[in-house]
């Protein structure tokens, strides 16, 4: 059964630092990974989609990262501002099969000042 | 400009009533699809069309009645409302192989 794990579910972190949320998955045949960033009340937003030969991209302060050897991809945020509050959604596709993209439960990241 | 648009923003209704939520995509995308978000913010796949035709029906009860009259616009029906229906439902749609563009959500609350 494809799934998409996230951890942590919560973190609260201050201006300024950095932090990095995690997703692991088993979703098979991969087709490609993408992090989505939800505002409270708004719609989810594509930050970034990796295929499988990509290892890193970037998107201003946002650096995803995909190992599909262990199935783990990384998030990170650099210098966190205020405005990053928000849920982050990890989102798998399956080139086969279920023609549905697996939703992780996301991680929900506050960011005080 | 906005790219998928629902309304209403908010619904509040009581148990039994029949609703209707809106979509409509300027995008051009082949691909519409009803999620919905409970309050662990877990994001569910409710129905998929593609070009007007049914793709994907999850377990959803009967109550829920999706309608296409063409590729950019996708209503949602419900009927006999229960309090379970509680929930955020978001519009989205896709274009092959791209990421969802989603709508920014209808509020449902039922009382």
């Known amino acids: 059964k494809n799934q998409v794990e996230q951890s942590p579910q919560s973190l609260i972190i201050l201006e300024g630092k950095n932090c990095t949320l995690q997703?692991?998955?088993?979703?098979?045949?991969?087709?490609?990974l993408r992090w989505y960033k939800q505002d409270t009340g708004r719609g989810p937003v594509s930050l970034t989609i990796?295929?499988?030969?990509?290892n890193t991209k970037s998107n201003g302060r946002y650096t995803a990262t995909l190992d599909a050897d262990t199935k783990q991809s990384s998030l990170h945020i650099t210098a966190s501002q205020l405005s990053d509050s928000a849920s982050y959604i990890c989102?798998?596709?399956?080139?086969?099969?279920?023609?549905?993209?697996?939703f992780g439960r996301g991680t929900s990241l506050i960011v005080h000042p | 400009d906005t790219a998928v648009s629902q309304t209403p923003k908010y619904l509040v209704t009581q148990m039994g009533n029949d609703k209707s939520i809106k979509c409509e995509q300027n995008?051009?995308?082949?691909?519409m699809y009803w999620y919905k978000q409970d309050s662990k913010k877990f994001l569910k796949i409710m129905f998929s069309?593609?070009?007007?035709?049914?793709?994907i029906n999850e377990t959803v009860p009967n109550r829920f009645s999706p309608k296409s009259p063409d590729k950019a616009h996708l209503n949602l029906h419900i009927n006999s409302l229960e309090l379970g229906d509680s929930a955020v439902y978001f519009c989205?749609?896709?274009?092959?192989?791209?990421?969802?563009?989603f709508g920014s959500g209808t509020r449902l609350t039922v009382v």
């Open positions: 989205a749609s896709t274009q092959g192989e791209g990421g969802y563009t």
């Open positions: 997703c692991n998955y088993t979703v098979s045949p991969f087709s490609n």
């Open positions: 990796m295929t499988f030969s990509e």
């Open positions: 989102v798998v596709s399956s080139s086969g099969g279920s023609y549905i993209p697996t």
């Open positions: 995008l051009g995308h082949d691909t």
């Open positions: 069309y593609n070009n007007k035709e049914l793709i």
